[in-house]
């Protein structure tokens, strides 16, 4: 029974079964970007996307863009922006980061974007999306359908082999064993509702006529760290690491979010 102090459970998914997220922009800024697993993943990022990604300063679509992060990070380097999210909150967020950055901002969820911001797109980025909705599936099709001829898609997913090993090794060995691994979209818990598995996008990316061209793992060591928080000596030393493991067999495959590259063919 909970106690009188517990927040009062609330229902944050939409009728379509996605969760947005109004009222958490604050604890995303506090809890993931300014702490050190946020750095860590921003650090990476920043190594990986020139190495999986043909970056030609071609026009580029940011899909759940959140607070901007990732948007300033491409315009830095050239790139056209529409930054589409669908939260007013998490949107005033990045329309303030992104005051003196010449990007466009949409208040779109990614099944509004077919009307919104049709494209077609060389370049799209959904990273950290996916997951948060009912059906992910439906999603990445649409994706494709934005793409044009010869795009890429830089797509980021919360990885539900990472979240079971994760839950096995901090005891909660009944709930890795029964699979409840997903979130409830209750309260404020940032568990996605839908973590999802490296066979599962690529299954999804076949149907879509996509082409996996590159593929990593994104905080593969980090989250499993028994000594936390490190020194800035052993914060590089563990970034280097990341770097170094981050696209090769068999660590990848539990970074706590994977990255791809797909590319839609040339049209014939």
């Known amino acids: 029974m909970p106690c009188s102090s517990d927040p009062p459970s609330v229902n944050h998914l939409t009728a379509a079964g996605d969760r947005y997220f109004d009222g958490l922009a604050e604890k995303f800024s506090r809890t993931l970007y300014n702490a050190p697993r946020g750095e860590l993943r921003l650090a990476l990022l920043d190594k990986l996307l020139p190495e999986m990604l043909q970056l030609e300063r071609q026009p580029c679509l940011d899909v759940g863009g959140g607070l901007g992060q990732l948007s300033a990070w491409l315009t830095q380097r050239g790139h056209p922006l529409t930054l589409a999210e669908p939260s007013a909150e998490m949107l005033a967020h990045a329309r303030e980061a992104l005051k003196e950055t010449p990007v466009t901002l949409l208040q779109a969820s990614l099944q509004e974007l077919a009307h919104t911001a049709p494209g077609p797109w060389p370049l799209i980025v959904c990273h950290a999306v996916l997951e948060w909705l009912g059906d992910p599936r439906a999603a ?23 979240l079971r090993f994760s839950n096995i090794i901090k005891g909660n060995l009944e709930k890795a064993w029964s699979e409840r ?61 990341e770097l170094r493991h981050s696209r090769s067999e068999p660590h990848w495959r539990l970074g706590r979010y994977l990255l791809y590259t797909l590319v839609k063919p040339e049209s014939d």
């Open 140 to 162: 990445l099709a649409r994706l494709a359908d934005l793409l044009a001829p010869g795009g890429q898609l830089s797509l980021m997913v919360f990885n539900r082999d990472a």
């Open 181 to 241: 691994l997903a979130g409830t979209g209750q309260r404020q818990r940032l568990t996605p509702i839908s973590p999802l598995s490296h066979d599962e996008i690529l299954a999804w990316a076949q149907e879509s006529g996509l082409e996996m061209t590159a593929v990593a793992g994104v905080r593969v060591f980090q989250d499993y760290l028994r000594q936390a928080p490190l020194d800035a000596e052993a914060q590089a030393h563990l970034l280097a690491l």
